[in-house]
């Protein structure tokens, strides 16, 4: 997949410019760079949701896309287990149950969203991207939130659940990059 | 949607009956003002007869009609203003028109256009729409964006993005609308009847007591809209709370 000269400017400032990349495909991918160098505003020209200024983008259209946002991006009043179905209607309630369990969230799944803390509802977020069906996932800064010994278990699980699979990561941790087994990508 | 607390106390309802009844008893005269005691048993008498209840089913229909009729027209011309930034515009001045000119004003003009006999239709769906119209166009334009832009990512279909986060954040909104506009429909209703006296309505009857000075009358039916509104009020956001539920069901 190819990103070409992409170039974006918000309100005079110019957030990414000229930007030439290749990312390869079945693989993890961790585009690094500190934080405001837009590497959010990258995962968003690619997800479709803003315009690139100029440039292109290669081998992103009619490809199923997931997701995990900075924000968890999750329906309140809905349970982690609602969140999943919400975006893979039809999903194995059992099977959601079991993955629930496995993130440490057994016992919360049938709890409105709204109910839990702030590392719950980001592992409901990753497993919500996980469960659902892709071609490319996109992970933008997806283990903020969680303390350290279980970003380290949830790490484990993002990188069994994606073995062999497209995923673009965005973050500043390189520590989170080594982990992943991701290739790197300065930007 | 949690109900505010406007828990009304027997022990306050019952000191004002007492106020009532000892100021009647003091002007003792029932055309200036007639006794609680006098009125209940002018409402039993009433109750046993069927022109009252023909007289309730009359009403009651056409408030109610007008009610949900704007509640859909409301509803769905906000869904188009939010779609469309010209359907907004052009509904702007009709929408503040609507709010503003009196009641009476809407009634003399609906009785030279047409009939009395659905004029309370007219003038609840008049009542209603703005407010319906207003709110859920509010609750539409706050839907969280970021959900929005989730839904975009992970390609939910469109009835589901309008069921599952549309819905959900519209609602407040619109239930909010429901308990403001279900007491005026029925004040408006009911006075545009009293106006345009169409027979067999609650309004001529309202009407009829005022020319014959029949204050017992008065206040019984006066008695019967209070309940009347109070009734359709609740079950029409029972109503509301439960479709809020069921729609809300993930599947």
């Known amino acids: ?35 405001g160098a837009g590497k959010t505003t990258l995962l968003r020209i690619l997800m479709g949701l803003e315009d690139a200024d100029s440039g292109s983008v290669k081998g992103f259209s009619h490809k199923r896309f997931s997701a995990v946002f900075q924000e968890e991006r999750l329906c309140e009043q809905m349970s982690a287990e609602q969140n999943v179905l919400l975006v893979t209607p039809g999903l194995d309630v059992q099977t959601i149950g079991k993955e629930l369990e496995r993130l440490g969230l057994g016992a919360d799944g049938r709890q409105p969203v709204s109910e ?28 903020q939130g969680l303390d350290q010994e279980l970003k380290m278990q949830v790490m484990a699980y993002v990188r069994e659940k994606t073995a062999g699979k497209t995923v673009i990561v965005v973050t500043h941790d390189r520590q989170e990059a080594l982990a992943l087994g991701a290739g790197v990508i300065e930007l | 949607m949690k109900e505010g607390k406007h828990e009304i106390r027997i022990w306050s309802v019952l000191v004002w009956l007492l106020v009532w009844q000892l100021a009647s008893m003091r002007l003792d005269s029932d055309i200036l003002l007639v006794s609680p005691v006098r009125v209940v048993c002018r409402l039993g008498f009433l109750m046993g007869t069927a022109s009252f209840w023909k007289t309730i089913a009359f ?36 929408m503040l028109v609507v709010k503003s000119v009196p009641v009476a004003s809407f009634v003399i003009l609906a009785l030279i256009w047409f ?50 986060i549309y819905l959900p954040q519209i609602m407040p909104f619109f239930y909010s609308a429901c308990r403001v506009s279900l007491g005026l429909c029925w004040k408006a209703g009911v006075a545009a009847e009293v106006i345009g006296i169409p027979r067999g309505s609650v309004g001529e009857c309202l009407q009829q007591a005022k020319v014959y000075l029949d204050t017992p009358d008065l206040f019984a039916w006066t008695l019967v809209i209070v309940a009347l509104s109070l009734a359709f009020e609740q079950l029409v956001l029972f109503l509301v709370r439960k479709a809020a539920c069921l729609l809300g069901n993930v599947k």
């Open chain 2, 59 to 94: 009403t009651l229909s056409r408030i109610a009609a007008g009610f949900f009729a704007a509640a859909a027209a409301g509803c769905a011309l906000a869904a188009a203003a939010s779609y469309f930034r010209k359907m907004q515009e052009l509904l702007a001045p009709v």
């Open chain 2, 115 to 164: 009939s009395s006999r659905n004029l309370s239709v007219l003038i609840s769906f008049l009542m209603v729409l703005p407010v319906i119209y207003t709110n859920v166009l509010g609750g539409i334009g706050g839907v969280n964006r970021e959900l929005l832009e989730m839904a975009q990512v992970f390609r939910i279909p469109r009835m589901r993005v309008v069921r599952y």
């Open chain 1, 116 to 143: 839990l803390s702030g590392g719950m509802r980001r592992r409901v977020s990753i497993l919500r991207a996980l469960l659902a069906p892709y071609d490319i996932l996109f992970l933008d800064e997806p283990f």
């Open chain 1, 1 to 35: 997949m190819e990103i070409k000269n992409i170039t974006k400017t918000f309100g005079g400032k110019t957030v990414l410019k000229n930007l030439d990349m290749e990312i390869p495909e079945g693989r993890i991918t961790c585009i690094m760079a500190p934080s």
